[in-house]
């Protein structure tokens, strides 16, 4: 009984450590990526750009944030082998190092004033790093965590990853806020946005202090110790896997939904030429109460679908969300703070974490222990990909100066949204399908009464390790 107690204690200080690692991974990505969404919307325009056509330098500016996303697909192939064949740890510290470097030298860039065409030209590629460097993150961290968590409540640990994204992006915001609302435009356009780039040094290294503690998953190191661990996950994947991974590609453009939050909203809402006035620091609290909001409710969506599964709150969340853009962009048309608070609330805080939350155990858990991090990988990353290009695209069909903003980009985000959910719908639900037994087609999920109690029996577990 002791030693299976100690057993069981070691297995869920492991399971605590991976969501550890996973929460402080992606709240480094999720800073690093909101920070530079929000320069890209709010200050990039006058900085990297040439000043004669607010236009061009709004849609080129945020076209740089669809850049990065570019080499997410090449990201994918080339990470996702890694942690298949190297294991998850080491694929998270080669992440997470390439990433916070790159923005840091973000912040040191010199701008179009100072080195003309050649600024736009090294932001472009220290995005391409960028871009390459998180394509790894969310496919290795939700692997590891769903391969450390506790049979029933793969879910709920696996939400932790998404809980660090949305605390990163809060922590950006606590950053720029002060940054926006106490300093003059000149200085704040002079050297005062490098700030939150150059202090994702201090993320970083909290994130390697947490990562190197935790030990690689039972998963993986079975697969390796017995010889299972592919020459090439990624033909595999393409072999076995392909129309679960077409599946996770479509699913994951509801990324859309924090690209209208976030990026087009901030230039729809701040940038003089569309003529709405919000000011930078008004319009930087919306997304924040958002995202507060998130981190409360993600958790308890993780929990939920490790009670009634996983796609009914992705259906949910994904129709829910691209209904409430419509209000929210409404809301910023019509100058009314208030109102777009509560529809970013609404929209992205609660409804859109119906998906959020959940999808860090759904797609890993369509995939087999040997090419899970390269299937799902490759899915995801070419999935954003698409919609990482959606700013541009937004800032072409509804310009400054155009009618109905809102209808306009609130059509095409419910559109891609109702893709997002009817694929969902047609996936096979896998919660309560054995760890060793996912990515098996024929894969028989173990019958509710038993699921039931041994959830139980882990959440017992988990109470008496912590206490």
Known sequence: MEANASASGGHSSQARKATASGWIGSALEYYDFFIYAQAAALIFPQLFFPSGNPKIAIVASLATYGVGYVARPIGAFVLGHWGDTHGRKNVLLVCMFLMGLSTMAVGLLPTYHQIGFLAPVLLVVLRLIQGFAVAGEISGAS??????????????YASFTLQGVQAGQILAAAVFLPLAYYMDDASFNSWGW??????????????????????????????????????SPIVE??????????????????????????????????????????SKSVYLWIPVIGNIVAVLVIPYVGNLSDRIGR????????????????????????????????????MWGVIYQGYNAIFPSF??????????????????????????????????????????????????????????????????????VKL????????????????????????????????
Not at 143 to 156: N, Q
Not at 210 to 224: N, Q, S, Y
């Open 143 to 156: 692997s590891m965590i769903l391969e450390h968590a506790p049979f029933g409540r793969r879910g709920y």
């Open 194 to 231: 490098r700030i939150p780039f150059l202090l994702s040094s201090v993320v970083l290294i909290a994130g390697y202090i947490i990562r190197r503690e935790v030990e690689e998953t039972p998963a993986f190191e079975k697969e390796d110790s017995s010889g299972g661990v592919p020459r």
């Open 237 to 278: 994947a393409f072999r076995y896997n392909s129309a679960d991974m077409l599946r996770v590609v479509l699913c994951s453009l509801m990324n859309v939904i924090p690209v209208v939050a976030t990026i087009f909203g901030a230039a729809y809402a701040v940038q003089a030429s569309y003529g709405i006035g919000f």
């Open 311 to 346: 796609r009914l709150p992705i259906v949910v969340g994904a129709l829910g969300s691209g209904l409430l853009a419509f209000g929210y962009l409404y809301a910023i048309s019509i100058r009314n703070v208030p109102v777009a608070i509560v529809m970013s609330i609404l």
């Open 363 to 432: 797609y890993p858990e369509l995939f087999p222990t040997r090419s899970r991090v390269s299937a799902m990988a490759i899915g995801q990353n070419i999935g954003t990909t698409i919609t990482a290009l959606l700013p541009a695209l937004f800032a072409y069909v509804a310009p400054p100066g155009s009618n109905n903003v809102p209808i306009t980009i609130g059509a095409i985000t419910f559109g891609i949204t109702i893709i997002c959910a009817v694929t969902a719908w047609n996936t096979r639900e896998n919660f309560r």
């Open 436 to 467: 060793s037994d996912l990515g098996e087609k024929d894969a028989v999920p173990i019958d509710k009464h038993s699921y039931e109690t041994m959830r139980a029996q882990s959440m017992a577990e988990a109470k008496k390790a912590i206490a």
